[in-house]
């Protein structure tokens, strides 16, 4: 533990590393996810240019014209794809709107893949074209970190090392850019996203242009989440804690407004929520249940899963 309030491990032992080299990390990861449910991770090998590329793009989409924005806002697909407006999305036990808007980029799959009706098409933003072709890059460079992070989670559950694979594998995966506008009033509430916890297997953040991030510690307090520059947050989502019985933790987290000599502003966040195909099942493993753990959740899969959360925050009727 130190002062950014979550352990880090570094990737590279796990990839480059020798035996000794990733059972350490195997160890560390284990541990953090079991008791803490965020880490950070550095060398990690997420390009620093294309993190910087995809933000000054982000921005510069963030910046056109609500008119135009609206565009590309569509009908149906309950923000999966391309833009949603800002104060559209909530957190399942707040009535009150998160104080953000967004843009998000999923799977790409052939047209004669058989997934192809459950991925729609990614939403091509003509006046900035940079931000959906980063994106797309961003998005396979997430994918690649999350799946070796996934495998050193497999080891520390005793699954084989590729348990993850054939379900992350085109799998449902959304790349999110969200934008936090400036604070222009005193605000209805304090918070700029509600607490919540993430839906997903696990989520890989990419480093905040503005503080506020906060996780809900075991002692039941709020701590600040202060990632260095180069560094990738990663945080237990619930389908992960579904699947471990509540042994891996989907840690609740927010992101709270500026010091008022802040509201000035604005703040852009790059989360990558990793989700696996629609039809893993997410039933207990027997391993995770014992005496002292009982089995506590129904057989669900990811798919009926995802769209009972997804009615719960509100984009989807």
């Not at 994918?143 to 070796?148: D, L, N, R, V, Y």
Request: one cysteine or more; glycine letters at 6%; aromatic letters at 10%.
């Amino acid at each position: 533990m130190h002062d950014k309030g979550i352990p880090t491990v570094d990737l590279s032992q796990f990839v480059q590393g020798n035996a000794a080299a990733r059972e350490a990390f195997v160890e560390a990861l284990g541990k953090a996810f079991h008791e803490v449910g965020f880490v950070a991770v550095v060398n990690h090998g997420i390009p620093k240019e294309l993190v910087d590329g995809f933000y000054a793009a982000s921005k510069a989409f963030f910046a056109l014209p609500e008119e135009i924005k609206k565009q590309y806002e569509i009908a149906g697909l309950a923000g999966q794809r391309g833009y949603t407006s800002f104060g559209r999305e909530h957190a399942k036990q707040s009535q009150v709107a998160d104080l953000k808007e967004f843009f998000q980029i999923g799977q790409e799959v052939a047209t004669d893949h058989p997934l192809k009706d459950q991925y729609p098409d990614n939403v091509f933003v003509a006046e900035t074209p940079e931000f959906t072709r980063l994106g797309r890059e961003l998005y396979q460079a997430f994918e690649k970190a999350g799946g070796q992070l996934l495998s050193a989670i497999a080891i520390h559950l005793n699954l084989p090392e590729n348990y993850f694979d054939q379900y992350i594998t085109q799998g449902n995966s959304i790349l999110r850019s969200i934008y936090y506008p400036p604070i222009t009033r005193e605000p209805d509430t304090a918070i700029r996203a509600e607490q919540h916890e993430d839906i997903n297997l696990i989520t890989l953040l990419v480093g905040a242009s503005a503080g506020g991030l906060q996780l809900l510690n075991s002692q039941n307090e709020w701590m600040p989440i202060l990632p260095e520059a180069d560094e990738i947050v990663i945080n237990v989502g619930d389908m992960l804690q579904r699947l471990t019985n509540n042994y891996l933790k989907s840690t609740t987290h927010r992101v709270v407004n500026p010091p008022r000599s802040e509201w000035s502003l604005p703040r852009l966040s790059i989360p990558f929520f990793l989700h696996p195909v629609s039809d893993m099942r997410l039933d207990c493993l027997t391993s995770c249940v014992t005496a002292e753990n009982p089995l506590h959740y129904e057989p669900i899969s990811a798919g009926e899963y995802l769209d009972e959360r997804l009615r719960e925050i509100g984009l989807k009727k």
